[in-house]
């Protein structure tokens, strides 16, 4: 142990001698003078030493200091993959991709052979790779399969201030790991300063400190509260492009429609300057943005660039040669809403530590200005010091039934640093339940056994495993896949009519889940061809991601033996599947287009998009995929059902009688109440059986 000598012969300084174009020289040179000019490499042999003493490290340095881009490689080269892969995991995939592609060429080597990286239904490594850039759920369900990690010889768990879900978790799983396991390395890092709760909680592991090299920057707060942060922007980003001296603009935004939006105004408006402005390029970067296109940040260039991101460019993504940052002030979250007892995408204020997070990326390479499009006042007495931590936020039903399949039973005692709610276990616990994965005493069912199998949310894989009953598997395995990739209708500006009515064709009056099958399985009956996508304004990429996500998800279901079978013509099967899955969002029509949630009397709308909507049918019960909340609650994926389904599937929330006559108020209040009293005596089950293990 610890013995982890320099030596030249290790596989980096092979592989350096196998490399075979001179040419390649020049270019690899100046990529050792960029790894160099690091601030992480004047610190590379003391900060080894440090991890050579000491299982556990808590590394700390400012974002582009080179934490993730370069301690896989200083293990490599120090020789810590003759053990094992040095896995490194980040809470977001585009930055797993990203960073992995990156090491990839400072190593001068193919993506997938020395370093790969491993995100949900998408595996880039080969049983050459000993640098694994990976999601932190990726690692997490390889903790289920493989319980002391034993392929890995370090585990570098980066971007840890961001507190995500899957990395929360994973802290206590790998707690318990290294105590088992005395040859495993395990890194910790972070962006922020308060690292020292990560120490405490590793048993007072060391924080390492890399030396920051940052200019000072300048922030100019709004002095009005900003109304319209999109149009703000754009009107800032102008006046800096016309006013300021060369350097990029980052602009912080919410998410994927408030860049576009912001991306498409701004071009408008230069463009509205004429030919004498100056030319900038606009470069917009977040999640669902194909990965070719988030390359594009990264790309040099002589005219000015504007890049328009979600909180991914705040620590896990560096663009170089930023000097202006425009910070909106919020950014998206996945919120756990008790009204709907779900978890929705919400628009919500940054923390403080965002905030200076953000300023920070405008001074990386030389002075710079950052404006805040709100005010002092807003910052110093709204926002919050920190963020709170997702596992404090988000609906655990995954995570429980995860925990569950490791055996950890007692998860009110689980060793979380934080831990969430205990309202929110049992709100969890409670949903799967409803869909038949616990058993009353809150034990893995066989079901829910199979249901952990599957990297999806417990409705989507409850559906799967339905499937087999009614003899449709081949049609959820599609329709699953449809819902597991971004939307794949292509809505080009100024073709949006032409783009519209061939979405209209495809259209099932009943189904928007049966619209995405009737999608593909045209698709498929076309050779799965890309001339036959592109003249019906099908993104042929995400079709071709949904085939691959497919044939990943049918794996799955062969090694349960199930087998792929489909129903034929015969979709009222399927969509009694989905209200299997579905039947806790049933709604039920209320006015023309207008429905009110079953269980909780809540308003919602169909969403313009929906097949449902556009034709003008509405039926009298419906299920829905998601609520999406806006100035609106819209139901997103909405099927037709049959009310017996709903009470042959829910019993615990629905009857026959009641889904047939209309029922009074106060049979329904009987209702609600039994519903809750159910949920109190499961919860109260649930509670005594975690309370009485040990
Ligand atoms: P940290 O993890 O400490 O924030 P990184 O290792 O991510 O730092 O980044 C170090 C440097 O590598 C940054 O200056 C960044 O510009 C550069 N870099 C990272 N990813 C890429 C990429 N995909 N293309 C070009 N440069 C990159
Ligand atoms: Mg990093």
Not at 547 to 576: F, H, P, T
Not at 647 to 665: H, N, Q, V, W
Request: glycine share 6%.
């Amino acid at each position: 142990e610890g013995n982890f000598d320099y030596k030249a012969d290790s596989q980096y300084a092979k592989s350096m001698k196998n490399f075979e174009a001179i040419s390649d020289f020049a270019r690899s040179k100046t990529v050792k003078q960029q790894r160099e000019y690091l601030p992480i490499f004047s610190v590379r042999d003391e900060l080894l030493n440090v991890i050579r003493e000491n299982r556990i490290v808590i590394i700390v340095g400012e974002t582009g200091s080179g934490k993730t881009t370069q301690l896989t490689q200083y293990l490599y080269e120090e020789g810590y993959t003759k053990y094992g892969v040095i896995g490194c995991t980040q809470p977001r995939r585009v930055a797993a991709v990203s960073v992995a592609k990156r090491v990839s060429e400072e190593m001068s080597c193919k993506l997938g052979e020395i370093v790969g990286y491993a995100i949900r239904f998408e595996d880039c490594t080969s049983e050459n790779t000993v640098l694994k850039y990976m999601t932190d759920g990726v690692l997490l369900r390889e903790s289920l399969n493989e319980a002391d990690l034993d392929q890995y010889s370090a585990i570098i768990m980066d971007e840890a201030h961001e507190r995500s879900l899957h990395t929360d978790v994973l802290f206590g799983i790998l707690k318990k790991i290294v105590a088992r396991r005395r040859d495993l390395r395990l890194i910790i890092t972070s962006a922020t300063m308060n690292a020292q709760k990560f120490s405490e909680f590793f048993g007072g592991a060391p924080i390492y400190s890399i030396p920051g090299r940052t200019f000072p920057v300048d922030t100019i707060f709004s002095k009005t509260p900003v109304d319209d942060y999109v149009d703000m922007a754009v009107k800032q980003a102008i006046a800096i492009h016309l006013q300021q001296p060369p350097g990029d603009i980052l602009i912080f935004m919410t998410g994927q429609e408030d860049i576009m939006a912001t991306c498409v105004l701004l071009n408008e408006r230069i463009a509205e300057l004429g030919t004498a402005a100056p030319k900038i390029k606009v470069l917009p970067i977040y999640s669902q943005l194909p990965s070719e296109n988030q390359a594009k940040i990264f790309e040099k260039s002589d005219i000015r660039k504007c890049v328009v991101a979600t909180n991914i460019a705040e620590t896990s993504l560096t663009v170089d040669g930023v000097k202006y940052v425009i910070d909106t002030g919020f950014c998206k979250l996945k919120v756990f809403n008790p009204k709907i007892g779900m978890d929705a995408l919400q628009i919500t204020p940054i923390s403080q530590a965002n905030a200076n997070q953000r300023q920070g990326r405008a001074g990386r390479t030389g002075p710079g200005i950052c404006y805040r499009l709100y005010t002092d006042t807003i910052y110093r007495e709204d926002l919050l010091e920190n963020n709170i931590p997702e596992i404090q936020r988000t609906n655990l039903a995954n995570v429980v039934l995860l925990l569950k399949s490791l055996n950890i039973d007692n998860l009110l005692q689980f060793d979380f640093m934080d831990p969430p709610p205990q309202d929110n276990i049992l709100n969890s616990m409670y949903q799967l339940w409803i869909l038949g994965a616990l058993n009353d005493t809150g034990g893995l069912t066989d079901l829910g056994k199979k249901m952990v199998e599957f990297p999806l949310d417990p409705p989507l894989s409850k559906m799967l495993l339905e499937s087999e009953k009614y003899r449709c598997t081949s049609e959820l395995l599609t329709i699953v896949s449809m819902l597991s990739v971004p939307s794949v209708f292509y809505r080009p500006k100024d073709r949006e009519t032409d783009a519209d009515s061939a979405r209209e064709k495809f259209f099932v009056p009943e189904s928007d889940h049966l619209t995405l099958l009737n999608v593909y399985n045209q698709w498929k009956n076309n050779g799965y061809r890309s001339d036959w996508a592109n003249e019906h304004f099908i993104h042929v990429k995400a079709l071709r991601k949904v085939r691959e996500v497919r044939a990943q998800l049918l794996d799955i279901m062969n090694s349960l033996r199930i087998e792929e079978m489909s129903c034929g013509n015969n979709w009222d099967m399927v969509r009694k599947v989905i209200a299997s899955g579905y039947f806790h969002n049933s709604a039920k029509i209320k006015g023309i287009g207008e429905y009110v949630n079953m269980r909780t009397g809540i308003p919602c709308i169909l969403h313009p998009s929906s097949a449902l909507f556009s034709l003008g049918y509405t039926p009298d019960y419906i299920v829905y995929h998601e609520l999406t909340m806006t100035s609106r609650e819209y139901m997103q994926y909405v099927t037709a059902v049959d009310p017996y389904w709903l009470a042959e599937l829910g019993p615990m929330f629905f009857s026959t009688k009641d889904t047939f006559r209309e029922i009074d108020r106060k049979r329904r209040n009987e209702k609600k109440m039994q519903a809750e009293e159910d949920m109190k005596r499961i919860q109260s089950t649930l509670l005594n059986q975690t309370q009485s293990v040990e």
